[in-house]
């Protein structure tokens, strides 16, 4: 026999409805709007439904594009380049910081400042660092007896320079989530580790890392996804130059828009770094909750070592 109708279950539903609204119109309405325009042959000075009908071109010319093709690899070796050494970086400071010392609240403070700064400001201040001739990086080289670099207009510097400057900013924040989710580990499963006669290392590589993994995961792709939509700090130190050694993806969309005019082709290139993410999110998704499942398994044999 069927269980009656309780209308209290709808209660939360009822309470969600207008948030729920509000996220969708706010989210799929200009998701839905950008697809649509990646279909046209759409200028500025027209009205959306002026614009011409050519289905695929705009995503199949920019598969024909050598610079697109060139934004796309340079936003990939950036992307993951600076979530690769903000990570390292990031778990290591936490690592490090995880103990009582006389200070420490204050050095922590110290270590955050960066990612309070506004990215124009973070291009600015880096560009006159970068400066080649009045720059503290260079004055400091000619001090030490050494060469100048061309740090922003030389193609084999320029992105290694946005990369340091981006790996400055957002390490805190790896930093922050790393911290915070060492402080969060069970302490008995420490206690049983060091019982047993395990190393610092052993501790880190077997216990800590392993159950700091699913918030590693989550900031891993939060840090990914918005390295994949830096733009201000690259358009204020270099503005995807010399040539296209520094164009990201995010940087081509709004040149296309902007510069060439051309809002279709800006769509469908929005298009196709909104698919990248789709597939990065899902990715991660699936290897978080892998992850979350061993953490479980792992908090399980640490409690019965315990008792």
């Keep these: 026999m069927a ?3 309780n209308p209290n279950r709808l209660t939360p539903y009822v309470f969600l409805a207008p948030a729920a609204a509000v996220l969708a119109a706010g989210l799929l309405y200009p998701i839905g709007y950008m697809l649509y325009a990646s279909f046209l042959r759409w ?3 027209q009205r959306i439904q002026q614009a011409e009908w050519i289905g695929l071109r705009n995503y199949l010319n920019l598969i024909d594009d050598p610079n697109f093709r060139e934004s796309f690899a340079v936003t990939l070796k950036f992307s993951f380049a600076v979530v690769s050494l903000e990570m390292i970086i990031g778990v290591g400071l936490a690592l490090l910081l995880d103990r009582k010392l006389r200070g420490m609240s204050i050095l922590r403070t110290i270590f955050i400042l960066p990612m309070m700064i506004a990215p124009i400001v973070v ?3 880096w560009r006159y660092m970068y400066h080649p001739s009045v720059g503290i990086f260079n004055r400091t080289l000619k001090a030490w007896g050494f060469e100048s670099v061309p740090w922003l207009s030389d193609p084999g510097w320029s992105l290694a320079s946005i990369i340091i400057a981006d790996v400055w900013q957002w390490t805190p924040f790896i930093f922050i989530l790393s911290l915070a989710a060492l402080q969060s580990l069970p302490r008995s499963a420490l206690e049983a580790a060091r019982i047993d006669g395990a190393s610092a290392w052993q ?3 077997h216990i800590k890392l392993p159950l700091m ?4 995961v989550v900031a891993g792709l939060l840090r990914l996804i918005d390295a994949f939509k830096v733009l201000e ?4 130190m270099t503005n995807g130059g010399p040539g296209l050694s520094t164009e990201i993806m995010s940087l081509r969309i709004w040149r296309t828009a902007s510069e060439f005019l051309e809002l279709g082709a800006a769509s469908a ?3 196709y770094l909104l698919m990248l993410l789709l597939v990065l999110t899902m990715v991660m998704y699936v290897f978080n909750k892998t992850l979350e ?4 398994r792992l908090r399980r044999m640490a409690q019965e070592e315990a008792s």
């Design 213 to 216: 993994m699913p918030v590693l």
């Design 203 to 205: 501790e880190i590589l």
């Design 3 to 5: 269980a009656p109708f």
């Design 123 to 125: 291009g600015l201040m």
């Design 293 to 296: 499942a061993r953490q479980r």
């Design 233 to 236: 700090v690259i358009l204020v």
């Design 269 to 271: 290139a929005s298009s």
């Design 43 to 45: 200028a500025p000075n």
